[in-house]
């Protein structure tokens, strides 16, 4: 019979879904010295050959139609589950632990687009199932549980923030229960933006626009009567301090001039440098510049002295 639209697109997206864990894969450090990374890297590229065999087909028999499908299963469970599973446990590793071949950030984002890639397959599967069952799809009434948002941090108020980046996006899933690609289809989203991946479950929101202060996002899934929310702050990227009158010794120790006589200004350089971003900041120690209160500090030549030390003054982000 001819190949479904539907599938069709289904397939077309876990095609999109494949290359990002391919590439996370290949990106790794340790990936030339690592077998198993290589053999998942080999097996999803097999996968990623089916579906674009499957694809080209215009009338696709059950025969191969399974065969796709018991692909994409092995695939979800176990390649992908243990993948997702070493990623945590590396993410959960000390610093100083010799076993931690890639830091936690990278290990947090690297599963964020396995999981993207296993509610892919699930629908691929789900899809694939109706298809070789003359169509029949169970009845669901899906109810929403929670929402994940892996790359973001959490404030001790709830508020999840991330740092400002022009070309990415924070991605957040809906938990539904079922977790099927048929209660996935029934959720709706309002705030942010669809995700790239066009998977029901998941919604997008770009880090390329500054959150101002107080005015957290907030992004909302629902299905059924049920709802789930989550606030989301876009912070400044804060980079270092520039520092009149003064020379960098490395780490966090500054050489001032020894013939100083006007108050030492320290200069917060973050990214995006709008007046927006720097009200932000949350300084300690020295005195506000009346003139430009929210992105430097003044220090007096006798709090400055003319050794190496470490400035007396402090900047965070002020995510509460």
Known sequence: MPQSTELSQVIKTTLAALDPVIGDLQSRPDYVKNEKLRRDAASLTDLKQILMNYQSLSAPTTDQTQA???????????????????????????????????????????????????????????????TTSNGTKPDVAAKILSLEVAEATRAPSGLFYQTYNESLSL??????????????????????????????????VPLKNITPVGQ????????????????????????????????????????????????????????????????????????????????????????????DKNLPVEVDINVQ
């Open 68 to 130: 796709m499908r018991d692909a994409a299963l092995k695939t979800h469970n176990p390649l992908l589950t243990g993948l997702f599973n070493d990623n945590t446990a590396l993410s959960q590793m000390g610093q100083l632990n010799t076993s931690r071949t890639i830091p936690p950030s990278q290990a947090q984002a690297n599963n964020v687009n396995i999981k993207k890639l296993q509610d892919a397959l699930q629908v691929l599967i789900a899809q694939t199932q109706s």
């Open 216 to 307: 957290p996002l907030t992004i909302t899934a629902s299905a059924n009567g049920t709802s789930q929310s989550v606030k989301i702050a876009i912070v400044p990227d804060l980079l270092n301090f520039d520092v009149s009158g003064a020379m960098a010794n490395g780490g966090e120790n500054w050489s001032f001039q020894s013939d100083i006589q006007e108050p030492v200004v320290v200069r917060a350089v973050i990214k995006p440098d709008t007046p927006e971003a720097y009200k932000w900041l949350k300084w300690t120690g020295g005195k506000v510049d009346p003139k430009n209160p929210d992105d430097r500090r003044l220090i007096s030549p006798a709090e400055a002295g003319n050794s």
């Open 171 to 204: 991605s957040i899933r809906a938990v539904t229960d079922p977790d099927s690609a048929a209660a996935w289809g029934q959720v709706t989203w309002t705030g942010g933006e669809a995700d790239a991946s066009g998977i029901a479950n998941w919604r997008s």
